[in-house]
């Protein structure tokens, strides 16, 4: 990967001298440019009632080992060049906000076994890589639409995710607690080595395909994905008697991957790759800036501009073709493929109207971009009895329509960013289990969005691996 061209190379000298080869500090020259964005505006930035306790805090931060490595973000950029190509297809998903007190290895476990049986199903029914991200080991916090929580008369600062501050409705819990980044770096430690553990150690072989769907056998979705599994367990069975070798089954790549909103702790996690002398928030893999806080002149894009990671925007139905093009000028000014992500999420209605302006400027202009579908953002409404939720066949049409846009003009659908979970919750309408706005309340987990369950997602994978042949 030639990475030659990527944002604000610095000269091999700006590695702090310490560290040698290896993974660093940045060095004080390096660190001027990384701190830029503090001078700058920036939205959804939690209220700390003690500067000296995030001071100190971060100043940990800033002296812990990575939780991912340059070379692991590098690999991940070349696989979303891939897909930008048309050659592999992006499958992000994950919780909508992870919870500290739910990262135990089986929760952690089933959201990989959803992530792993819908890329079998992807790769399967369209015989296309899948390129795996979880938002996973990172995803803590969020950004609101206002500031505060009004009940009961009562108003205190809103929840922004377990980085920040906790969900309890106390003055207490609220406060934005600076000791809640360390907690959130060591629970994104222990994650992502459960997430090695998952991926490296024999669970996510390719000939346990029948193991992942134990359990969950009731219903169309796994009869489904059953038969799937049959042909592959065939094709492997037919390969191992003719001698093919398959060690390299036992693996799979999992990328970790969250938004990029605090920025304390993400300049904190930032590191030198002694290799290039380029800084990468160590962090996650793959880092994106929301729709909220994309502005051109704000702090996110200032300091995602600054490290080499392979980073995402995702861009909502009032983007207009020159916001993308500005955007992809700071944040790719190389036009490095696999460097930056589009993650449209227009929504159902407005999908097939926005996206296609927007598409077809951005490819005139020569854009290397890789466009991936959010279908949950855009499709958020509130229930008759009250849950915020989301309509399972609105969230399959704006897929369709995004693969519509793309098929008129000639340009790559290249993957798929969801919220998701692997277990049974209730909280979107719809899918072949028929959630109703009564059955919302039987099991609605999520602290601020809904998550598609465990077999909506397998259901979406099937329609999607559709879609996919198709291109
Ligand atoms: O996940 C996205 C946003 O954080 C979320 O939709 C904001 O939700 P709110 O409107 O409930 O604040
Ligand atoms: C907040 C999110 O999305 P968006 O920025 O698209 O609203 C999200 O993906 O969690």
Not at 297 to 309: I, K, T, W
Request: contains cysteine; charged residues 25%.
């Amino acid at each position: 990967m030639n990475t030659a061209a990527l944002p604000h190379e610095p000269p091999r000298s700006a590695v702090a001298a310490r560290g040698g080869p290896g993974i660093d500090v940045p060095s004080a020259a390096l660190a001027e440019g990384l701190d830029h964005f503090r001078a700058l505006p920036a939205l959804q930035q939690p209220v700390w009632p003690d500067a000296a306790a995030l001071a100190e805090v971060t100043g940990r931060l800033a002296q812990a080992a990575p939780l991912v490595v340059p070379g692991d973000c590098d690999s991940l950029r070349g696989r979303l060049a891939a897909a930008g190509r048309g050659e592999a297809f992006v499958l992000q998903g994950g919780d909508c906000a992870e919870i500290f007190a739910e990262a135990s290895a089986t929760r952690i476990r089933n959201k990989i076994r959803t992530l792993l049986q819908m890329a079998v199903v992807l790769t399967h029914g369209a015989s296309t890589p899948v390129v795996k991200i979880g938002r996973l080991a990172g995803q803590y916090a969020k950004p609101r639409s206002s500031d505060v929580e009004t009940r009961d008369g009562v108003t205190l600062p809103a929840y922004r995710g377990d980085m920040i501050n906790g969900f309890a409705f106390t003055p207490e819990a609220r406060t934005p607690d600076p000791g809640r980044l360390e907690q959130a770096y060591r629970i994104s430690a222990a994650t992502a080595n459960v997430v090695r553990a998952f991926t490296t150690g024999g669970y996510a072989d390719l000939r346990q395909v029948h193991e992942w769907n134990r359990g969950f056998m009731r219903n169309p979705a796994y009869a489904r994905y059953e038969r799937t599994a049959n042909e592959i367990d065939r094709a492997i069975r037919f390969m191992e008697a003719c001698g093919a070798d398959f060690d390299a089954l036992r693996t799979v790549e999992l990328f970790l991957s969250h938004e990029a909103l605090v920025l304390d702790y993400e300049r904190a996690l930032t590191r030198v790759d002694a290799r290039t002398g380029q800084a990468y928030d160590t962090s996650a893999h793959f880092l994106w800036i929301g729709e909220r806080t994309r502005q051109l002149d704000g702090a996110h894009v200032d300091f995602l501009s600054r490290v080499a990671n392979p980073v995402g925007v995702k861009l909502g139905p009032t983007t207009s073709p020159e916001d993308a093009l500005a955007l992809a000028a700071r944040l790719n000014p190389g036009n490095v493929p696999g460097r930056l992500t589009f993650v449209t999420r227009m929504g159902a209605g407005r999908v097939r109207d926005v996206l296609p302006a927007l598409v077809e400027k951005v490819t005139a202009a020569g854009v290397a971009v890789t466009w991936v579908t959010d279908p949950m953002h855009g499709n958020t409404i509130t229930s008759a009895t009250g849950y915020k939720t989301r309509r399972f066949a609105d969230v399959l049409d704006e897929v369709q329509g995004f693969f519509e846009v793309h098929r008129a003009l000639g340009t790559v659908p290249g993957g798929l960013h969801m919220e998701l979970t692997g277990d049974d919750v209730t909280e979107v309408l719809g899918g072949s289990e028929e959630i109703d706005e009564a059955g919302l309340a039987l099991r609605y987990e999520t602290l601020v969005d809904p998550r598609l369950n465990h077999q909506q997602s397998l259901e979406t994978a099937f329609l999607v691996a559709e879609m996919l042949q198709a291109r």
